[in-house]
């Protein structure tokens, strides 16, 4: 009977005690399990403006249709959405980091469908083409908790 060769197994060791927890940190992508409700609120907030930035870049792939003289017109005129806007959603749902959690991990997913939706169906020539989406996102917004009045205000804040 031949023992087990050394190497393959030295080597997984390896991959799951320095190389899989070293690309975790740098991924940021190891469920957050070890993560404050705070810093993981703060990581699906910037999630979120990924997703609403991504979801400008495709509706402004139709700029001339929507009435903007070149695309960076549409893009900066869409969403302007800068560093004060993002801090202040964060310390916004920092208020209430459980609740704000309970929310985000229903929407961000919800935004990303819907990026994926638009990307998908977006025609410039048919105003009506992503209503599907936004019929699809609407649905699952149904599904989410909704957020207390003291959230809600200060988010309202952000975005004056």
């Not at 740098?26 to 979120?48: I, K, T």
């Not at 806007?85 to 991990?105: G, S």
């Amino acid at each position: 009977m031949n023992p087990r060769p050394l190497v393959p197994t030295l080597v997984s060791t390896l991959i799951s005690t320095l190389v899989l927890p070293g690309l975790c940190l740098l991924a940021l992508a190891c469920n957050g399990d070890d993560a404050s409700p705070e810093q993981r609120v703060e990581r699906l907030v910037d999630d979120a403006v990924t997703e609403l930035r991504a979801q400008v870049s495709v509706e402004c792939d139709c700029w001339a249709d929507f009435g903007h003289t070149s695309r960076s017109n549409c893009e900066n005129n869409a969403l302007a959405i800068g560093p004060s806007e993002v801090r202040c959603t964060k310390e916004a749902y920092a208020q209430e980091p459980d609740i704000a959690l309970d929310y985000l991990n229903c929407v961000v997913p919800l935004e990303r469908e819907y990026t994926t939706c638009i990307n998908q169906r977006l025609d410039c020539s048919d105003p009506n083409s992503q209503d599907p989406c936004l019929d699809d996102y609407r649905i699952g917004m149904d599904s989410c908790i909704v957020l207390p009045p003291t959230i809600t205000r200060d988010l309202d804040i952000c975005t004056e």
